[in-house]
Nanobody, 116 residues
Framework: QVLLVESGGGLVQAGGSLRLSCAAS????????MGWFRQAPGKEREFVAS????????YYEDSVKGRFTISRDNAKNTVYLQMNSLKPEDTALYYCNTGVGGVQYWGQGTQVTVSS
């Protein structure tokens, strides 16, 4: 069992920045990739970014490349998403995700709202 708790969301003006955090507990290990997904109202959940267990490999959805940065601190069992140059279309509920032993785990989500 893995528990993921996101934090750091909020209301920000377009062009602003936020840093999301996801703290993992339970059956945690640095040997698992972690990711961020988001879901806007009326839309399906979509991939945002992921990071390998070592942090050496990162992947981004095209619309966030150059604006978002994913990182992790394995000593703290925490993954981060630094979001810069935010746009109104980034407004969504952001979820943290990992897969352990073939099971997908999700956090409860943190709301990001970007005003124009």
């Amino acid at each position: 069992q893995v528990l993921l708790v996101e934090s750091g969301g909020g209301l920000v003006q377009a062009g602003g920045s936020l840093r999301l955090s996801c703290a993992a507990s339970g059956r945690t290990s640095s040997s698992y990739a972690m990711g961020w997904f988001r879901q806007a109202p009326g839309k399906e959940r979509e991939f945002v970014a992921s990071i390998s267990w070592s942090g050496g490999n990162t992947y981004y959805e095209d619309s966030v490349k150059g604006r978002f940065t994913i990182s992790r601190d394995n000593a703290k069992n925490t993954v981060y998403l630094q979001m810069n140059s935010l746009k109104p279309e980034d407004t969504a509920l952001y979820y943290c995700n990992t897969g352990v032993g073939g099971v997908q785990y999700w956090g409860q989500g943190t709301q990001v709202t970007v005003s124009s």
